[in-house]
């Protein structure tokens, strides 16, 4: 790479009229820094390659993966790039999407400015030609920000239902450094989730990590969330639902509480699930629930005594809250024992503070 000519001849290649000759050179480019272990001698291209971004949509996504190949990306060339989405546009999109889903799996932070783009890919709908369509009026649509693509084949609907998969999975990487990033769309990602039942379990864990810094960004996620307990016996979607109703009770208690209220059945049966994370959701949901209303969670007394046994530290916890304030005498033997014997400091001493609660009240 140091030697002049094949300098100029890259350059010129990059710069050229003809579209293939600047596409096989970039293609040339990056088979040689896959090859590299540094990039110091690929220094004189970058400006040419970041020129590409503004090139066909082919060259802008070559032009990418090379940037990225060679350390150079930066989010505004992901900027630049995301204007490439056109969710109607079945030439560009996959092979977008293909690209942020690759980089955000080592560096979400770089892809974070394509959370908009993201989102309005999966807000569009991707259906069989002479399907029928459920919004059939312009104007719902359009409030909806609701796009319909057509596909002539199975195979091309399915080529397209396997980028939302990765446009969502993009999207949690995201979320899991760069949550601001995802503030501004939360309300369009829920509106996701109720549409589409093949990424609703993503949007769920994307809003949960969300709403554990935004609570008050979520509260449009109850609604979703609810449905899913009235509606599914999933246990990952149910788990995902109730963590998410509990991550927005911290700040929105009567609002989630109320909500709930008709599906408090649904969150004693997953007490005594098999799962231990659904019960761990459905324990820590019924803490806020019985800080609200404590009649409403004294059914599942007894339950929740035998979960002070529970080999999970956060289990025993969150039953210790939550029979501190049902407040049922029931409990005070059994959480006394608890403070006395369970071999997790942090516990014993909520046991302890529960205990003093029901010596103080009796």
């Known amino acids: 790479m140091s030697n002049q000519e094949p300098l100029e001849a890259i350059r010129d290649g990059l710069r050229s009229d003809d579209i293939e000759k600047r596409r096989g050179t970039l293609r040339a480019l990056y088979r040689e820094a896959s090859k590299a272990d540094e990039f110091e001698a690929f220094e004189p291209f970058v400006d040419d390659v970041i020129a590409l971004l503004e090139d066909d949509p082919s060259i802008q996504q070559g032009a990418i993966y090379t940037l990225h190949r060679l350390e150079r990306l930066e989010p505004e060339h992901v900027t630049t790039y995301s204007e490439s989405i056109e969710a109607s546009d079945e030439d560009v999109t996959p092979g977008v999407i293909d690209v942020f889903y690759a980089i955000s799996e080592d560096e979400p932070e770089l892809v974070a400015p394509a959370t908009p783009s993201l989102v309005d ?52 990487h995201i979320s899991g450094t760069s949550g601001d990033a995802i503030l501004p769309v939360a309300d369009d990602l829920v509106e996701v989730g109720k549409r589409d039942l093949r990424v609703r379990n993503n949007v769920l864990e994307i809003l949960t990590a969300l709403a ?144 003093a609660s029901f010596s103080q009240s009796s």
């Open 121 to 172: 890919f999966l807000l569009t709908e991707h259906t069989l030609k002479d399907d029928e369509v459920e919004i059939d009026d312009d104007d719902e649509r359009a409030e909806t920000k609701r796009a319909i693509v057509e596909h002539e084949s199975r195979e091309a609907l399915q080529f397209h239902l396997e980028r939302r998969y990765k446009a969502v999975t993009a999207l949690k």
């Open 212 to 355: 554990e810094d935004y609570p008050d960004e979520c509260t449009e996620a109850i609604d979703l969330s609810v449905a899913v307990l009235a509606t599914t016996t999933d246990p990952k979607l149910r788990t995902n639902a109730v963590f998410l109703l509990a991550m927005i009770a911290d700040a929105h208690l009567e609002r989630v509480a109320d909500a709930v209220d008709p599906h408090h059945e649904t969150l004693f049966e997953m007490l005594d699930s098999e799962h231990k994370l659904e019960q761990n959701a459905a324990v820590g949901l019924l803490s806020y629930v019985a800080e609200f209303d404590p009649s409403a969670v004294e059914p599942a007394t007894e339950t929740l005594i035998d979960l002070l046994e529970h080999p999970l530290e956060s289990i025993r916890g969150n039953a210790i809250w939550t029979l501190e304030y049902v407040g049922d005498e029931a409990a005070a033997g059994p959480i006394e024992t608890v403070a006395e014997e369970d071999p997790d400091e942090g516990v014993r001493q909520l046991a302890a503070e529960a205990s």
